[in-house]
């Protein structure tokens, strides 16, 4: 019986597919729970919570998808070396 490549070609959670998800999706929680940074204290060289605690967002949401997209590489050079070494068939 042959294997029906349909079922060969899924998409397949790995670790490091749930890091690259969890870091893509943390800033999105973070701004979303509004309740969380609702507030003026404690403020940060004179700028209100509520302010710098955004601002820090943008510094963290670009190191959280540099590192999504680096891991992403890591996992599509490995998926492609898989793939060469068993003869060209996709997974």
Not at 40 to 57: E, K, L, R, V
Not at 67 to 74: E, G, I, N, S, V
């Amino acid at each position: 019986m042959s294997e029906d490549p349909e079922v060969s070609r899924e998409p397949v959670v790995t670790p490091v597919r749930v890091v690259i998800g969890l870091c893509l999706v943390a800033p999105f929680v973070a701004m979303l729970w509004v309740g969380s940074y609702t507030k003026t204290d404690p403020a940060f060289i004179g700028i209100p919570f509520f302010y710098w605690y955004q601002m820090a967002w943008v510094l963290i949401s670009t190191v959280l998808t540099v590192t999504a997209y680096k891991l992403w590489q890591h996992d599509q050079r490995g998926r492609a070396a898989h793939s060469a070494a068993n003869g060209g068939e996709s997974r």
